[in-house]
């Protein structure tokens, strides 16, 4: 009965025992069962992690390859940002299968397909409308707000992955402890059991403390390249000697896409200033301070001159070459640079430029900026001018009278308003000017802005020529009125000349002899000649203050009425008159003074000819454009070259 109780007792310890250690070894399957379903959690919430990281790291890079796109027009760089786009597509959909509940995912993907959409707009207005329409779609509001969105997103779902890591870490450790005590219970007698499983679950965690190192490290490289969205970027790996480029930096260089990985010798040869090649070369080597911020003048690869600025900064992890201990950014600043250097030029002509520029404020009229030419020729200092206001130089304008003037510009009306006044220096002398106006924006505000003309001495020549006319036409009259006045008393006493000769030639005619009728014809010839001179005077005098009636005139016909007026006068020559074809030769004119122009030239023809030779006239017409060109060619006598200048003298004989 002993022995019963005895192997009762016995078999309950033994049922005990094996209760308990059953029971323990339930409790601890069930213990470490959770601890591997919490690492697995941990696992998989390090890969949701790292997936947001390369979310991220994607969209970033879409946007560094976009910025690229748009600063070079490399087409590379849109495909580049395109592809990372349909990766961060392809994350997003992984994490919305693994995790269907989370609504950022759904919010994050309609972030994805408009980030998609952004880039075929920049990359469509490139193409279309230039860089500069390019880049303004990076200022627009919309635009800048939906890129903090999606920013913000994937920073709450990298928090939101952070502080569920940290809470997975903490309920392992929980579980780790109680399992610790159900190890303790069972050590005697499952030492071997819970080894193994210890060794187990050992080298798992060195598995995951692995992953989460290089996890560390793909975090650093994410957040280091958040930095480096404005440019290309490269990085140096010492030990083995290798410097890696991104398209952007490329791009600058005028490099092909495949060379990813350039020789450092063949990079700082690029830098054209010595100093700033050594000053590279200590800093990538690990020599001197840490961070590097340097603009320097390079050659790229097809021999083009360009002006970079870097920024560069050291890695603080060491894990044995795997991360590059040299990282920095470069941009291309040529274009702002030579800007730069352009608007401090114009800026320097503007300043010593003599004639003068305003610029005052739309508003106040308060002077902004003044020249150096006007101080110089006002005679006030720059700070007494910036208590001025135009009104202070231009005695001529009141306030309202100047603002109405302005008024235009203000209203987009005008562009730019002229006008004629007068400045007033600091000693109270003056003098005309022309002053340019126009409406502009200068320092974040519109101005005005003024350029002067010193148009003095125009205005003193115009007062002078006016005054001259003026003379002119005064004794213009004068002389009008003297030859009319003249020639009228002239008209008398000629008039008893030519009658009583024709009544003595009437008269005694038959009693005088042949020489005395020669004289009285003489006579009667001279005063009929003299009465020609004085109405040719008289029509002279008023041919300067008359309005003759002004049509169009057919040339051949005019032609003709001169040919048949003068037709005695070629038969009596015994010349001739041949004309070109002048069918449809219409000119603009006076048909009294044409008539008059070439009978008179044609008369000359005939009456200056040589006395062994018959006259021969030959009248041509040419059309050069919006004129003819009339020719009346002769066989006469000619004209010295010294006597060209007197052709047209009035009354004069050659």
Not at 269 to 285: K, N, P, S, Y
Request: aromatic share 10%; with cysteine; glycine share 6%.
């Amino acid at each position: 009965m002993q022995s019963i109780t005895t192997h009762t007792r016995t078999y309950l310890m033994l049922l005990i025992a094996a209760v308990m250690i059953g029971s323990s070894f339930i409790v601890f399957y069930f213990g470490y069962r959770e601890q591997i379903e919490i690492n697995y959690t941990i696992y998989r919430e390090e890969e949701r992690k790292e997936r947001i990281y390369q979310l991220q790291a994607f969209i970033n890079r879409a946007g560094m390859e976009a910025r690229d796109y748009v600063l070079t027009g490399s087409e590379p760089s849109m495909q580049a940002a395109h592809q990372s786009m349909d990766q961060a597509d392809s994350v997003l959909s992984q994490l919305r299968k693994d995790y269907p509940d989370q609504v950022s995912y759904s919010l994050l993907e309609e972030m994805v397909e408009r980030g998609k959409f952004e880039l075929t707009r920049i990359e469509s207005t490139y193409k279309e409308k230039g860089i500069a329409a390019a880049t303004q779609i990076y200022e627009e509001p919309d635009f800048r707000a939906f890129r903090n969105n999606i920013n913000k997103t994937v920073q709450t779902l990298k928090q939101e992955a952070a502080d569920h890591f940290v809470h997975l870490l903490n309920e392992a450790k929980i579980i780790r402890a109680r399992n610790l005590t159900g190890f303790l219970l069972l050590f005697l007698v499952s030492v071997c059991i819970l080894l193994m499983v210890w060794l187990y679950f050992r080298s798992t965690e060195r598995r995951l403390a692995m992953k989460r190192a290089m996890l560390l490290q793909n975090i650093e490289r994410q957040e280091r390249a958040e930095q480096l969205l404005q440019g290309g970027y490269f990085e140096w790996y010492p030990e083995q000697n290798q410097l890696i480029w991104s398209r952007g930096i490329l791009s600058i260089f005028e490099l092909p896409d495949g060379s990813s990985v350039l020789d450092l010798d063949w990079a700082l040869d690029r830098i054209i200033d010595a100093g700033d090649r050594e000053m590279v070369r200590q800093w990538i080597l690990g020599q001197g301070s840490s961070r590097l911020s340097l603009q320097m003048k390079v050659l790229t690869a097809n021999g083009t001159e360009k002006i970079l600025q870097m920024e560069g900064y050291s890695t603080s992890v060491a894990d044995g070459g795997k991360t590059p201990k040299r990282r920095g950014v470069v941009q291309d600043v040529t274009h702002w640079v030579m800007t730069e250097k352009e608007n401090l030029q114009l800026a320097g002509i503007i300043e010593n430029s003599l004639n003068e520029v305003y610029i005052f404020d739309e508003q106040t009229l308060l002077f902004e900026y003044v020249n150096k030419g006007a101080l110089q020729n006002l005679g006030f200092s720059r700070a007494e001018m910036r208590r001025m206001t135009p009104l202070d130089i231009k005695p001529e304008f009141e306030f309202e009278q100047f603002n109405k003037l302005l008024n235009p510009l203000r209203g987009g009306e005008e562009e730019k308003v002229i006008f004629n006044t007068v400045h007033q220096r600091k000693d109270g002398s003056t003098y005309h000017v022309e002053v340019h106006v126009q409406l502009t924006n200068f320092r974040n505000k519109k101005v005005f802005t003024a350029i002067i003309i010193d148009v003095s001495e125009s205005v003193e020549s115009a007062r002078k020529l006016k005054e001259a006319n003026d003379n002119l036409q005064r004794r213009n009259r004068e002389l009008n009125q003297f030859a009319s006045v003249t020639a009228h008393d002239l008209q008398e006493p000629l008039r008893m000349v030519r009658s009583f000769t024709t009544l003595l030639q009437n008269k005694y005619a038959g009693v005088l002899d042949e020489k005395a009728r020669d004289y009285i014809h003489y006579a009667a010839d001279g005063a009929r000649r003299m009465q020609v001179l004085i109405n040719d005077i008289l029509e002279y005098s008023r041919a300067g203050g008359k309005t003759y009636e002004m049509s169009q005139i057919d040339m051949d016909q005019l032609i003709a009425t001169i040919r048949h007026d003068m037709q005695m006068s070629i038969g009596k020559s015994g010349g001739s008159l041949n004309c070109g074809e002048m069918k449809g030769v219409l000119v603009w004119g006076n048909q009294n003074w044409l008539y008059r122009l070439f009978m008179n030239l044609i008369s000359n023809g005939l009456k200056f000819c040589k006395p062994d030779e018959p006259p021969c006239l030959i009248v041509t017409v040419e059309d050069i454009g919006l004129q003819f060109r009339f020719c009346i060619e002769d066989n006469g006598i000619g004209i010295p070259a010294e006597a060209v200048d007197q052709l047209f003298l009035p009354y004069h004989r050659l």
